[in-house]
């Protein structure tokens, strides 16, 4: 938004802006955040940040805590749900003492990614377009303790309400996809959340109602460049959640929140360019994509496990990759086809247009380091020239689900639990090393990380165990 401190300077008291707010984001995917007063915002706090505990979020232990947030100026924002006018920033985070760049620093992460693409020479910019899926309820409960577990979540769409007196537009299972009011009861909810998006420099190209029924709804965005993508989910998780709040709704971005019901994902459309050109896109190509576009898919879906460490980092995320929901569980790309774990698009076929997209990914990710770990296994393709066919990726145009069972088990299966996607990191992540992108020790913290959220899942006991074996 600002290319100088005296522009953000000047549009501050322009725009009689009374509170300034700093957001960074955890290595885990959180954002945090602190406010100060407009009249604090100076050329020193630009040079010398905001002081903060790392340790109170995970970047740092209790005896040496103290780090620095500066903000990025081109990120600024009016933030549309504050009481008093704001303008909001997204911070870098720097050690205390040198100000340089802290290496757990997801933002810094994702910018060496760029860095190191740009090195190779392959390209000098990397495109993304993330899909928003999520659901709006009208409410959510959930307790759990020694002797409860327990959840409920309540949608005015949802067909478990047909038996009750009312308007009789119900939803059915599975029957969402496009629905028009007055079916579709949350039109205007996305519609807001979209001018809410538009107002804070986010371009949408449209929403919709998804295939869930109780309140799964869609909002895409343009392709934009990496670390902007990467902001962009941070924002539009934020503001879906605050517009849902305003309107009396709650959002909800988890994979798999209804059994039986479709999960919401985040494909990632991606290319990437070099000079202005796409070198994705060959019009001679299979789907109009380049042996270069065809060398980094052979190195996504090769590094697939891996990436999914990052992409789907959740319990829930394998609750979502199931059989019979398009959920995408095999490594395999195609045209069309939305069984494929990388999909090329049939109407992205011209020199502007042509690309593709990861679709196991969802919104539980931390964006920075899934589009991060996505391009270091599309540039391991290129560099080896790995050839998706030969690696018995396909391409595959075929309901890969109407096929018998051997068949099927030829095909590269990708992780269906997050330990498994842990265990393919830990096997497979010196892509990831190439460049310094990522470190070893960041590595092997998300991995501790992830298989601790495992065990603290698994060790409860579900309700649904209870009524299947209380009274054997």
């Not at 020193?44 to 209790?62: C, I, P, Q």
Request: hydrophobic letters at 40%; aromatic letters at 12%; charged letters at 25%.
């Amino acid at each position: 938004m600002f290319t100088s401190f005296q522009e953000a300077k000047s549009f501050i008291r322009n725009h009689a802006i009374d509170m300034i707010d700093l957001k960074f984001c955890d290595l885990w995917g959180h954002w945090h955040h602190i406010t100060l007063p407009a009249g604090r915002f100076s050329e020193r706090l630009m040079e010398r940040g905001v002081g903060f505990d790392g340790s109170s979020v995970g970047f740092k232990t209790v005896s040496s805590g103290d780090m620095v947030m500066i903000p990025d100026l081109d990120t600024g924002f009016v933030d549309p749900f504050s009481e008093v006018p704001m303008l909001s920033f997204l911070c870098t985070t720097v050690e205390a003492d040198s100000r340089q760049l802290y290496p757990y620093d997801p933002r810094a992460i994702a910018r060496r990614a760029e860095e190191y693409l740009r090195s190779t020479g392959i390209a000098d910019l990397s495109e993304w377009g993330p899909e928003f899926e999520f659901y709006l309820f009208d409410g959510v409960s959930y307790e759990n303790g020694m002797n409860v577990a327990s959840y409920r979540v309540n949608s005015r769409e949802a067909d478990w309400h047909s038996h009750e007196m009312g308007s009789g537009y119900s939803i059915p299972r599975h029957g969402g996809y496009h629905a028009i009011p007055p079916r579709d009861k949350l039109a205007t909810a996305r519609t807001r959340i979209s001018m809410a998006l538009g107002r804070m420099g986010v371009e949408v190209k449209y929403h919709h109602h998804e295939v869930g029924g109780p309140g799964q709804c869609e909002i895409e965005t343009p392709i934009l460049p990496m670390l902007k993508a990467a902001d962009t989910v941070l924002l539009g998780k934020y503001v879906t959640r605050m517009a849902a709040l305003e309107m009396g709704l709650t959002a909800t971005f988890m994979p798999k929140p209804l059994y039986g019901e479709a999960g919401s994902g985040m494909h990632f459309h991606q290319r990437l360019r070099l000079e202005g050109r796409n070198v994705f896109y060959d019009p001679r190509g299979y789907g109009a994509i380049s042996d270069i576009g065809r060398h980094y898919i052979a190195g996504l879906l090769l590094h697939g496990g891996a990436v999914m460490a990052f992409t789907n980092a959740s319990t829930n995320s394998y609750r979502r990759l199931i059989p019979g929901f398009e959920a995408p569980i095999s490594a395999i790309y195609s045209l069309g086809n939305r069984s494929a774990a990388i999909r090329i698009p049939k109407y992205a076929n011209d020199a502007d247009s042509a690309r593709f997209e990861f679709r196991p990914p969802d919104a539980l990710c931390n964006p920075y380091l899934a589009v991060a770990a996505q391009l270091l296994a599309g540039i391991d393709g290129i560099r080896r020239q790995l050839d998706p066919t030969e690696l018995g990726f396909g391409p595959v145009d075929e309901d890969i689900f109407s096929w018998p069972a051997e068949k099927r088990a030829r095909i590269k299966a990708l992780p269906t639990s997050i330990e498994e996607a842990m265990a393919a990191l830990s096997a497979d992540h010196d892509f990831l090393l190439a460049g310094d992108v990522f470190s070893k020790d960041v590595i092997d913290r998300w991995i501790a990380r992830k298989l601790w959220e495992d065990r603290e899942v698994r060790n409860r006991p579900h309700p649904y165990e209870i009524e299947l074996y209380y009274g054997l």
